[in-house]
């Protein structure tokens, strides 16, 4: 060993390497580097010249400094890393610490520290006692010369080190791959160690991969300065899990905090000044916060700051952004729009939830929305595997709040039952993937419905054993507890292009009769159909301007209350579709379409079977409405028959068609000129058609126009058995 390395400030010192062991030929042992038994620095290797496996550090680090991984470190004492010198702590070292306040780690301005560990062997710091509890030791201290609002030269709270400065680029060092364990040893209520403090510390230090766990008091702090964290873990910590403060100019990404005591996260500006510059700025995205904790998601205090934070998740807590009365600056910045949450979900809310306790008049600040947080929403990260420890790997909440907008590509999760509060928009560019057997249960009326935008795309995964079910979260369900799922794509329709939706409010139709808007199949749709008004009323599903290069396969439509399953123009086809229930037609298509349909089972719908017109402002709009069904049932009673031809109707092919207890209907109303010349001109063909079970009195049809002969009548089974529920709909529909 170099007895140059370290310098001590008490007689017996630390320990960092002991040199190898050589075999004199006399059978005598020497070290290679001359030095007998290991002993040179004081401490008693036992005789050999082996490693020590127990070294101790204590003192000062005066040169660059190098531990070593096959020891194992008692941190005894302050271990300070002095000025001008440098401390490196392989992958895979532990120090366990004993001492309580006095045993921490520091390291001053101008010196710095690498902590080069992996995601298989991450440098532990921890508590050496037999019981370890939080506010065993102190922690990890950083100082560096980057700006603060508390001004240059100040001295850090613990530790007693001078920090800050003008360079913000300053560079601590590299830390990486770091477990901090029961650290946040306490001198008073103002003077406590956290598990990581970064005083004044510049951009150019590296802070990624830190877990801070069961720490006495905040698990991780920046003391104003520059430094950008990522991939940060707090777990159970005493006070606030990530704090920031005095001016704290830097970035968060991958933030993942569990069990804290009081707030997630509190940020701040200045605690005796709360306009002190520079102001705390930070940007944060892709942050988890899971509850309980009694101060919210957020603690925006003592003058806050501009704080911008993109894909926030919480889970079993509110917001939080608890400003105290006295926080006069903190109320402004929030009331100047200084505080923007762009996405924050709000998983697993309960009863009487708020989602903040900010009371002033701005309460635009945040927008709701689905995000997975640090990556795996309430559940631990894919990035945390293997270096942290005490994180819940066992899977997401049991129950998650779907509301707001996603302009990415987002997965839900089957193991979670989603709660669809409100509006649930997937924006242009983003898509969402929803897994076989995912449930979700919708509040809220005409204000809940899930919507995909002309240029998203949805998947819907469904099997036969496991669909996707979208239904009521009523405890008696009923027709119209919700809205229900509305498609919009970019393919022709006869309302011309960028045609707003029904509802939703959203623009669709275009010129792109390929346009894809993803792949539907084994999907249930329960109780839709909320009302707006007699004009203005969701579907179980709405199609609008949906392209061919889009699926949409085994979908069910059940006790709507208003039309099951719409397509209003587009080119997409429908197979394998059944409505049950529906409080108004059971399938309907307008507007355009051209797209075809195979295998379809409608049972006790309200009025037509399947509703088919053109438009209705112009029965002759084009493109006109041209399809060919197939393989189609009908089962009765309804009032208005098995096809309703009207406005203008359009050019049908019918092939294999059965209805049980109705007749065929054709209801062209007398006003309908352009319906009724289509019918005179064979525009509609059917063939062959069964009526069974029909009554006293029945007709074929209520047309009383001079062609008859649109109809052929022979024996068929319709979608597959009749009257009967076909074989393909068995285990994904319910009703039948």
Not at 231 to 258: E, H, K, M, Q
Request: with cysteine; proline share 3%.
């Amino acid at each position: 060993m170099k007895n140059n390395l370290l310098k001590f400030i008490l007689t017996f010192a630390a320990v960092a390497m002991i040199a190898a062991c050589n075999k004199d030929d006399d059978g005598g042992s020497s070290c290679s580097d001359g030095k007998q038994n290991g002993n040179e620095t004081g401490v008693d290797c036992g005789g050999s010249c082996t490693p020590c496996e127990i070294a101790t550090l204590q003192g000062e680090v005066t040169e660059d400094t190098s531990l070593d991984a096959t020891l194992s470190y008692e941190l005894t004492g302050a271990y300070v890393v002095k000025s001008g010198s440098s401390l490196t702590i392989p992958a895979g070292t532990t120090i366990k610490a004993a001492g309580g306040t006095s045993a921490y780690i520091a390291v001053e301005r101008g010196a710095k520290i690498f902590i080069n560990g992996t995601a298989s062997a991450p440098v532990i710091m921890t508590s050496g006692s037999a019981n370890p509890a939080p506010g065993d030791w102190g922690g990890l201290v950083i100082c560096g010369d980057a700006p603060t609002n508390k001004g240059t030269n100040v001295t850090s709270e613990v530790a007693d080190l001078t920090y800050g400065g003008n360079n913000a680029a300053d560079n601590s060092g590299v830390v990486k791959y770091l477990r901090l364990e029961y650290t946040g040893a306490t001198f008073s209520n103002d003077k406590e160690f956290n598990g990581a403090s970064f005083f004044g510390v510049g951009s150019g230090t590296v802070v990624e991969y830190v877990q801070s766990y069961n720490g006495g008091d905040d698990g991780i702090e920046f003391f104003g300065g520059t430094v950008n964290g990522k991939y940060l873990v707090s777990t159970n910590s005493g006070d606030d899990s990530i704090d920031f403060a005095d001016g704290w100019n830097g970035t968060g990404n991958y933030w993942y905090i569990s069990g804290g005591a009081k707030a997630g996260i509190e940020g701040s500006n200045n605690g005796d000044d709360g306009n002190a510059t520079p102001v705390t700025n930070a940007t944060l995205s892709n942050i988890t916060v899971v509850g309980p904790v009694s101060e919210g998601a957020l603690f925006f205090k003592e003058g806050g700051g501009k704080f911008t934070i993109n894909n926030f998740y919480t889970t079993g807590i509110d917001l939080g952004i608890k400003v105290k009365d006295t926080d006069a600056e903190a109320a402004a910045r929030i009331e100047n729009n200084d505080l923007k949450i762009d996405n924050i979900q709000f998983a697993a809310t309960a009863n009487g939830f708020n989602a903040t306790d900010y009371t002033g008049t701005n309460q635009s600040f945040y927008t709701e929305g689905f995000n997975n947080g640090a990556g795996n929403g309430a559940s631990s990260p894919d990035w945390a595997a293997g270096w942290t420890i005490g994180l819940d790997n066992s899977g997401p909440s049991s129950t998650e709040n779907l509301l707001g907008e996603v302009s990415n590509d987002v997965t839900l999760d089957a193991n979670v039952e989603y709660l669809l509060t409100g509006s649930f928009v997937v924006k242009s560019g983003g898509s969402l993937t929803i897994p076989a057997g995912t449930r979700i249960k919708a509040t809220g009326g005409t204000a809940s419905y899930i919507a995909v935008e002309r240029g998203a795309k949805i998947f819907v995964n469904g099997t036969s054993s496991q669909p996707v079910v979208m239904t009521s979260a009523a405890t008696n369900p009923a027709p119209g507890d919700w809205g229900g799922l509305v498609i919009c794509g970019d393919a022709p329709t006869n309302k011309g292009t960028n045609v707003t939706s029904e509802v939703a409010d959203l623009t669709y139709g275009g010129s792109n009769s390929t346009d894809n808007s993803g792949s539907i199949k084994y999907l249930r749709v329960e109780y839709t159909g909320a009302t707006f008004s007699n004009d203005k009323e969701f579907n179980g599903v709405s199609l609008f301007g949906v392209g061919s290069g889009t699926t949409f396969e085994h979908v069910q439509s059940l006790h709507g209350g208003d039309d099951g399953i719409e397509f209003f123009g587009g080119t997409v086809t429908g197979k394998y579709l059944v409505s049950v229930g529906s409080g108004d037609d059971s399938i309907d298509f307008a507007d355009g379409w051209n797209g075809n349909g195979d295998y379809w089972y409608i049972k006790d719908g309200a009025k037509a079977g399947i509703e088919g017109s053109n438009n209705g402002d112009d029965g002759d709009a084009t493109p006109v409405t041209t399809t060919t069904l197939s393989n189609i049932t009908v089962v009765g009673p309804v009032t208005e028959g098995a096809l309703f031809f009207k406005e203008g109707g359009g050019n049908f092919t019918i092939t294999n068609f059965y209805t049980s207890g109705i007749n065929l209907g054709v209801k062209v109303k007398d006003t309908d000129a352009e319906a009724k010349a289509r019918l005179e001109n064979d525009d509609l063909t059917i063939n062959p058609m069964q009526f069974a079970n029909t009554a006293a009195g029945f007709v074929q049809t209520d047309y009383t126009g001079a062609n008859t002969d649109f109809i052929t009548v022979g024996n068929n089974t319709g979608a597959g058995n009749g009257a009967a529920a076909p074989d393909w709909a068995n285990g994904w529909t319910s009703g039948l």
